[in-house]
């Protein structure tokens, strides 16, 4: 049982910037990756960020050079900073963290809800 909480996402003027936060919690005895995807209307859900569970990052080609992902194992949450945003970043962003339970062997996908990021020009 884990859930995962996004928060951070609203309105923002295009060059503007915006944290994104997704905290795990459950029965998790550990994270291995955790990240982020995001999916516009009509389009394909893509990887915008992914961290190791020793904080090695990886970007989807769009947000390189943009954006900045982050997590704090100690609080089971995983951060993106999102800086000079454009009107084409304009989705809702999921959080993802693959997880093993407190009673469980294998490690399993989890998804948050998603929070709306909108970007206006």
């Known amino acids: 049982q884990v859930q995962l909480v996004e928060s951070g996402g609203g309105l923002v003027q295009a060059g503007g910037s915006l944290r994104l936060s997704c905290v795990a919690s459950g029965s998790i005895f550990s994270i291995k990756d955790m990240g982020w995807y995001r999916q516009a209307p009509g389009k394909q859900r893509e990887l915008v960020a992914a961290?190791?569970?020793?904080?090695?990052?990886s970007y989807g080609d769009a947000v390189k050079g943009q954006f900045t992902a982050s997590r704090d194992n100690a609080k089971g949450t995983v951060y993106l900073q999102m800086n000079s945003l454009k009107p084409e970043d304009t989705a809702v962003y999921y959080c993802k963290a693959n997880v093993f339970v407190f009673s469980g062997t294998w490690a399993y996908d989890y998804w948050g809800q998603g929070t709306q990021v909108t970007v206006s020009s």
């Open positions: 961290v190791t569970s020793v904080g090695a990052t």
